[in-house]
Every structure is written in C-alpha cells, then in structure tokens.
C-alpha cells in the first residue's frame, strides 16, 4: 500500500460522514460519549451522531462531525482520552456525553462529577463551546444514587453555565420498540429521537458563520 493511500485512508477514519469532506476551514463539533454515541449494536450510518451530520447539512451548516465515542467508556476514560482529541482536532463545539457506564458500575459520583468538571474545563480552556447530555439511572439503582447521579448533569451546567440535555434518552428508554433487547442502547427507531432531544439546545451553540462555508 502506497503512503499517500495510507494517508488518505486514516484520515477518512476520524470522520463519521460518509457523503463527503467539508471545507478545510469548516469548524468541527467533536462527540465525547460512549456506547449511546458510538452507535452500539446498530449500523453507524443509523446512529444519533451520522444523523445529526446530515441534519447540519441540510440546515445549511457545514460543521465537521469527528465522533470519538467508545463503548463502554467511562468519564475517567474521557478524561484520560480529552486532552489529545483537543490538541489534534480543535473542535470549536464539544459534546460530552459519558457518566452512564459509571452509573451502571457503581462508581463513586463523587469521582464522576470530578472527571466531568475537569474534561468541562478543557474544553473552555481551548475555547470549545460544551454541551452536556445528561443521563439517567433505572429505579432499581435506588432512589438516593438515581437523585445524586442526575443531579451531577444539572449542578454541573449551573456552575459552568453549559447547556444541557437532561435527560438524552427521553421519550425512548421507556418505549421497548425503541430499544434493543438488553434494555439499555435504543435501536435504529431510536435513533432519531435521540437526535431530536439534541438539536434543539445544541442549535443554540452554533454560530451563524459556520452556515454554508465551501
């Protein structure tokens, strides 16, 4: 394989559209998520992320979409991973979505809140606008820990004041048809719903001047 394949294959990697590059100067919206984001146990193209790539499109904007979601991810694992993604790709809108497999663990929140805050941090010291997507546990985690956990999104966006989603599987986490059959990742009908809970708070976070830049 030549070097200038290899090349242009890597570079096809870190981008989850498939219809086409953008402009050189075109501002980049970085995911930071987990498996609810990496599009897991459903076609990529189908997931919430591709989707709201194409709805930027077709809504005039010409932001790049770089989804560097991982399943299974925790905050401390985004953490550890934020500060390089940062440093290559200069997103000018980050959007963290991580903290549910920390929940599912029963990790500390305390720890949690911690890894969140400093990856918050970052990113408004590289000057990227954040947009925080909430997350919430079942009832069967209890309801203190289900009230502290959530309170972990809402706390965090009143003292960065962020923007948030509070809850990104709203309308679908409790709708069977929507999820696959461990009851945790929404399905391909899902999808669009959950891009439907994003785009009205994340609109507010785009800038005019990244409309229809060629």
Same mark, same amino acid.
């Given at each position: 394989?030549?070097?200038?394949?290899?090349?242009?294959?890597?570079? /096809?990697?870190?981008? @989850?559209?498939?219809?086409?590059?953008? !402009?050189?100067?075109?501002?980049? @919206?970085?995911?930071?998520?987990?498996?609810?984001?990496?599009?897991?146990?459903?076609?990529?193209?189908?997931?919430?992320?591709?989707? *709201?790539?194409?709805?930027?499109?077709?809504? /005039?904007?010409?932001?790049?979409?770089? =989804?560097?979601?991982?399943?299974?991810?925790? #905050? $401390?694992?985004?953490? %550890?991973?934020?500060?390089?993604?940062?440093? #290559?790709? +200069?997103?000018?809108?980050?959007?963290?979505?991580?903290?549910?497999?920390?929940?599912?663990? $029963? *990790?500390?929140?305390?720890?949690?809140?911690? =890894?969140?805050?400093?990856?918050?941090?970052?990113?408004?010291?590289?000057?990227?606008?954040?947009?925080?997507?909430?997350?919430?546990?079942?009832?069967?985690?209890?309801?203190?820990?289900?009230?502290?956990? &959530?309170?972990?999104?809402?706390?965090?966006?009143?003292?960065?004041?962020?923007?948030?989603?509070?809850?990104? *599987? &709203?309308?679908?986490?409790?709708? $069977? /048809?929507?999820?696959? !059959?461990?009851? @945790? +990742?929404?399905?391909?009908?899902?999808?669009?719903? *959950?891009? %439907? =809970?994003?785009?009205?708070?994340? @609109?507010?976070?785009?800038?005019?001047?990244?409309?229809?830049?060629?």
């Amino acid at each position: 394989m030549s070097r200038l394949i290899f090349f242009l294959l890597c570079i /096809g990697a870190l981008l @989850i559209a498939p219809t086409g590059l953008r !402009a050189a100067d075109a501002p980049t @919206i970085l995911v930071f998520g987990d498996s609810l984001s990496a599009g897991y146990g459903i076609a990529p193209a189908r997931g919430w992320v591709s989707l *709201l790539d194409a709805k930027l499109r077709s809504s /005039g904007y010409s932001y790049r979409i770089v =989804n560097a979601s991982v399943s299974g991810e925790t #905050t $401390a694992g985004g953490l %550890a991973r934020l500060p390089r993604a940062l440093q #290559t790709q +200069h997103p000018a809108v980050v959007i963290i979505e991580l903290g549910g497999n920390d929940g599912l663990r $029963a *990790l500390p929140i305390a720890e949690m809140r911690s =890894n969140l805050a400093r990856m918050i941090s970052l990113c408004k010291e590289s000057r990227a606008s954040v947009l925080l997507l909430g997350i919430r546990m079942p009832g069967n985690y209890g309801p203190r820990f289900t009230a502290e956990f &959530e309170g972990v999104y809402s706390g965090l966006a009143k003292q960065f004041r962020i923007p948030m989603v509070p809850f990104l *599987l &709203e309308g679908v986490a409790s709708q $069977a /048809g929507l999820m696959q !059959a461990d009851g @945790i +990742h929404p399905n391909e009908q899902g999808q669009p719903l *959950l891009l %439907a =809970n994003v785009w009205p708070v994340l @609109i507010k976070t785009l800038t005019p001047s990244a409309k229809n830049v060629r």
